[in-house]
């Protein structure tokens, strides 16, 4: 099974709420800007396990999955958090 990775993530909402992601940050600090957001779906990582708001993004002209993992429990301004799967692993 590949390896869930969790990842900070530049993030922008417009005026309606919609959440955009714009960059990636590694846990080593590598920063990938995120070129386009193809999809915006509910999913799971059937790979790393997981499920989330799982968005189809465009890095490097390559595409890639990034969840958005919400929060059992909405505490203050913790929502939830952003992971990938690790490739290779």
């Given amino acids: 099974m590949k390896a869930k990775v969790y990842v900070d993530v530049k993030v922008d909402f417009d005026t309606d709420g919609n959440m955009r992601p714009r960059e990636l940050?590694?846990?080593?600090?590598?920063?990938?800007?995120?070129?386009?957001?193809?999809?915006?779906?509910p999913a799971a990582s059937l790979k790393?396990?997981?499920?989330?708001?799982?968005?189809?993004?465009?890095?490097?002209?390559?595409?890639?999955?990034?969840?958005?993992?919400?929060?059992?429990?909405?505490?203050?301004?913790?929502?939830?958090?952003w992971f990938v799967e690790r490739k290779g692993a």
Avoid at 25 to 41: A, F
Wanted: hydrophobic share 40%; charged share 30%; aromatic share 12%.
């Fill in 25 to 41: 940050i590694w846990e080593d600090g590598r920063r990938y800007e995120i070129d386009r957001v193809l999809d915006v779906r």
């Fill in 48 to 81: 790393a396990g997981g499920q989330g708001d799982r968005f189809t993004i465009m890095v490097a002209a390559r595409q890639s999955y990034l969840w958005f993992e919400r929060c059992a429990a909405v505490s203050g301004c913790r929502l939830g958090r």
